[in-house]
Each structure stands twice: as structure tokens, then as C-alpha cells.
């Protein structure tokens, strides 16, 4: 036998079999080979405020570049605490109840992994974000989808009451929500505690885009809720507040008796997070405005956004609550598939979109595709120039 028949990778069975390329990476990819306007991915093109990036450098230059705590470092878990407890009115407990993540997407996946076992169920309200449906999978459990309200993406309580069973473990609740923009009302919240409140379901309340919220509405956060912060895994993200998503920061708000077991899985997937980071944002929250500011800098930039389409498109420009997205019904633009409508648009507009279509299991199609609008304003109006060719 030669040597060379003995080289051989082992055959593998996936994991996730239902999961390939995303639509992010295919999008972000043509955007690039296309020299398109990339209004696809989430993230911001413009620089995030210099005194942040000094008070990181600073913490570098003080020598503080070694391991932190596993939680994180006590300066900025006492800052969260005090964010939260000004904002939402609950104050957690620095020691036991707060812990800094590698981001809001590790925060989600050591979350459902600490808490779903084999044989539990999971709701997740679609459309949603495509990480939630693989961290289930992952654990081993079975995920329940129960749509959002076609045309209005609220709600629907009816639909969330009948997908609970005595296996259900968890609910992952997004607000402001991605994609849609929508933003969950008071009244709304209430009804969620409602419904829980005979039970032992889980809540895991994604609020990245807690900051994001516009019009002079109030961010519905679950720290608002006794009989929900009682229950939840509270999630958010430094990156999408201040501009840096590359850095991969954020945290977890949770009980003491859930943040044990949230971060018995925390110290062996990630262990912990980079120090400087962690101390130049706590220095940096010192001064709240930054965060307090968000709603107005993003709402400017929604309004120059949704001006531009009403005025010089044909798409039908959806509601936008919250968040740095924009969604538009292409149905008075285009007969093509959402999908392959932002394929087009990339190609021959030289604008990226990226479908709704992407964040329903089933792929459901309504005609709809979500813009990023965290760019730039010359970014904006370059991509509106190009989409008033439509």
C-alpha cells in the first residue's frame, strides 16, 4: 500500500446541515466585486469618537494587557450597572449579575448552550437574526417559529400562546428588532410578562439596538419588567453603541441564579475578554451623553435616508422605530424574488440590499429589503443617487 492512499480526511457529519453561505457574506461579496454601495451589512462606515480609542490606548500604555477576570473587569460591570439602573430603573448586582461578552452574538449562543438541553423547545418570532437558529441547533434543541405579523412584523400573542408547550425552555425576543425596525411597545412587554408568568420559559431579549430608538419613544428594555428581568438573559452590544462592531464587546444582564450558569459555559467557550478594551470603555461611559446622543445621530441619518427614497424612488418606504435599518416594499420597482431582486439591484444599480427573505426559515417572500443606513451621509447619498435611476 502506498503512502499516498493513506492520506485521507475523515468523513464528517455536519452539524448544521441547513446551513451554508449566508446572504450576508454572498451580498457583501458581490457588493465588492460589483464596486456597489454596500447598504447591506450592518455596520457602520465612519469612524468611531477618538476619545475612545485613547482611553483603550491608554489602558494599553498602563500596562493593563494581561487576563481580566472571567466576568470581566469589575470598573466596567459597575458601569453597566449604573447605565442600566439610570436608564431602565432595575440595578443588578456588578458582582454576580453582569458579564462582559465577545460580543452580543457569543452572548446568545453561551446563553441558549447553558440553558436548552436536547429535547427543549425554543420560540424564536420570525423574521429573525441568523444566529438564533443555530445556537439552538447546537444545543440540541428544537426550534419553534412563529411569525411576526406579516405588513406590521408586531406580536402576535395568540400565535406566541399556542406554541408553548410543557417542553418549552426559552423565548429569544429581538427589540428594536432586525429586521424591521419595529420596536416593542410597553403594552406589548406587559402582555410577554403576562404570558410567562405561569411558567418556567426563559426569556433571552436581544437588545443590541437598545440606543437606536426614535421619534421620542422609550426602548421597552425586559430590566423595565420585574416579573421579566426575573427571567431573562438581558443582551447588548458596546460595538453597535459606539461605533466599533469590530471590536466584539458587549454583555449579559441576568439573575445571579442565571448568570452562574451562563457563565459555567462563558469561562470555557471564550473565557473572558481583552482587557484594554474593557477598561477604555469603562472610562468612556463615564460621560453618558454619547449614548444618550445615539437616538438623535441615527434618526438624523434615517430621516436624510427615508426622504431620499419617498421623494426620488418608487419603493414604498416602511416604518422605522428603532435600529440603523430601513425596510422598502419593492413591489412598485420589481417583479423579481426579493433575493434575487438584491442580486440585480447590486449589480446593475450598484446598490447592496439584503432580502428579508433571508431571516424566515421557510424563506418567505413578501417583497421587502432591508437597507443599512449607519453609514455616512455622502455613503446615503451616493446610494440614493444610484437607486433614483429606478
Not at 453561551?110 to 420570525?126: F, N, Q, S
Not at 410578562?193 to 426569556?203: F, G, R, S, Y
Not at 469590530?246 to 441576568?254: D, E, F, P, Q, R
Amino acid at each position: 500500500m502506498s503512502s499516498e492512499t493513506l492520506v485521507r480526511t475523515p468523513h464528517i457529519e455536519t452539524k448544521l446541515p441547513a446551513v451554508g453561505t449566508t446572504i450576508f457574506t454572498v451580498m457583501s461579496g458581490l457588493a465588492a466585486e460589483k464596486g456597489a454601495v454596500n447598504l447591506g451589512q450592518g455596520f457602520p462606515d465612519f469612524n468611531c469618537d477618538p476619545k475612545l480609542v485613547e482611553a483603550v490606548t491608554d489602558a494599553m500604555t498602563q500596562g493593563l494587557n494581561q487576563y481580566p477576570p472571567m466576568t470581566g473587569v469589575p470598573v466596567l460591570r459597575e458601569a453597566v450597572v449604573a447605565k442600566i439602573a439610570s436608564m431602565y430603573g432595575h440595578r443588578y448586582d456588578a458582582a454576580t449579575e453582569i458579564t462582559i461578552t465577545a460580543g452580543a452574538t457569543q452572548a446568545i449562543i453561551t446563553a441558549i448552550l447553558a440553558v436548552v438541553r436536547p429535547g427543549d423547545e425554543v420560540i424564536v418570532l420570525e423574521p429573525c437574526y441568523d444566529s438564533y437558529v443555530p445556537n439552538i441547533e447546537l444545543a440540541g434543541g428544537t426550534v419553534v417559529r412563529v411569525p411576526l405579523t406579516p405588513g406590521t412584523f408586531r406580536p402576535d400573542f395568540a400565535r406566541i400562546a399556542a406554541a408553548i408547550t410543557p417542553k418549552t425552555r426559552a423565548i429569544l425576543v429581538n427589540s428594536p428588532h432586525n429586521p424591521s425596525a419595529t420596536v416593542w411597545s410597553r403594552e406589548e412587554m406587559l402582555q410577554l410578562q403576562d404570558l410567562l408568568a405561569p411558567t418556567e420559559i426563559l426569556l433571552i431579549s436581544d437588545e443590541v439596538y437598545e440606543h437606536m430608538v426614535f421619534d421620542g419613544q422609550q426602548h421597552q428594555s425586559a430590566a423595565r419588567f420585574p416579573g421579566l428581568a426575573a427571567r431573562a438573559f438581558i443582551v447588548s452590544s458596546f460595538g453597535k453603541t459606539y461605533h466599533v462592531t469590530g471590536w466584539k464587546v458587549g454583555y449579559v444582564a441576568a439573575p445571579a441564579p442565571l448568570s452562574a450558569e451562563f457563565r459555567k459555559v462563558h469561562q470555557f467557550n471564550v473565557f473572558t475578554v481583552n482587557t484594554p478594551v474593557q477598561y477604555g470603555l469603562a472610562s468612556y461611559m463615564a460621560d453618558a451623553q454619547p449614548y444618550l446622543e445615539l437616538p438623535a445621530f441615527y434618526q438624523r441619518k434615517r430621516d436624510l435616508f427615508r426622504e431620499g427614497l419617498a421623494a426620488r424612488t418608487k419603493f414604498k418606504v416602511l416604518g422605522t422605530q428603532g435600529s440603523y435599518f430601513q425596510c422598502v416594499d419593492i413591489s412598485g420597482v420589481s417583479d423579481l424574488p426579493e433575493e434575487d431582486f438584491c442580486k440585480w439591484l447590486t449589480t446593475e444599480i450598484g446598490v447592496a440590499a439584503i432580502p428579508l427573505s433571508a431571516f424566515y426559515g421557510n424563506g418567505f417572500d413578501q417583497r421587502v429589503v432591508r437597507f443599512c443606513f449607519a453609514k455616512k451621509d455622502e455613503t446615503l447619498q451616493l446610494a440614493l443617487d444610484r437607486l433614483a435611476r429606478l
